[in-house]
């Protein structure tokens, strides 16, 4: 297993397509490993494949407080979303230090392949359905500061490179 870097705002890799795995073999079981390790190093809750530079849709949430119960969507299809929505504060391992409200669908279903390439249907409300939404975003190059103001976004960006600057410099 290996901790991998994580891509940081605004960095463009982030806002690449990611595209469908092909099969689920040894080198994604691998993939899932060091994504679950890197996920439960960096204190999230979610990591997309995409915030690691590898642009295949798969993704690995867990949200449990005992940090034990890891979820693993691979090609991961949204098949019915709510019209009832949530506002709620999002931070992203890509955006270190910034949390802002994103409106998400309350609940949704996700078909998707699980870590054994069997195909699963998942019923997801409140903080699990934000966290798949968000990290689906990413596979889609979306990063959840394009949901706020262009003013917001902009601060965010001159943040994130100014501090990118400060640690080059050091
Ligand atoms: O970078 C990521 O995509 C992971 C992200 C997932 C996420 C958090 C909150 C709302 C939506 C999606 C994180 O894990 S950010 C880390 C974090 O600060 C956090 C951890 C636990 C709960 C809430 C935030
Ligand atoms: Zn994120």
Same mark, same amino acid.
């Given at each position: 297993m290996a901790?991998? &870097?994580?891509?940081?705002? /605004? %960095? /463009?890799?982030?806002?690449? *397509? !990611? +595209? &469908? *795995?092909? !099969? *689920? %073999? !040894? +080198?994604? +079981?691998?993939l899932i490993a060091d994504l679950l390790e890197t996920m439960y190093d960096a204190n999230g809750i979610g990591l997309a494949a995409t915030q690691v530079d590898v642009h295949e849709r798969l993704i690995v949430i867990d949200i449990s407080e005992e940090r034990n119960q890891p979820l693993v969507l691979i090609n991961p299809e949204i098949v019915w979303a709510s019209d009832d929505t949530q506002l709620g504060d999002e931070g992203c391992l890509s955006v270190p230090g910034i949390y802002d409200g994103v409106e998400r669908a309350r609940s949704i279903k996700v078909r998707a392949l699980d870590g054994e390439g069997q195909s699963r249907e998942l019923a997801a409300e409140g903080m699990l359905a934000v966290c798949i939404q968000h990290e689906m975003d990413h596979l889609l190059g979306k990063v959840f500061v394009e949901y706020l103001s262009p003013l917001k976004r902009n601060r965010i960006k001159n943040k994130m490179l100014k501090a990118r600057r400060d640690t080059e410099r050091v």
């Open positions: 901790l991998l &870097p994580i891509l940081t705002y /605004p %960095d /463009p890799r982030l806002h690449t *397509v !990611a +595209r &469908p *795995v092909q !099969a *689920v %073999d !040894a +080198r994604i +079981r691998g």
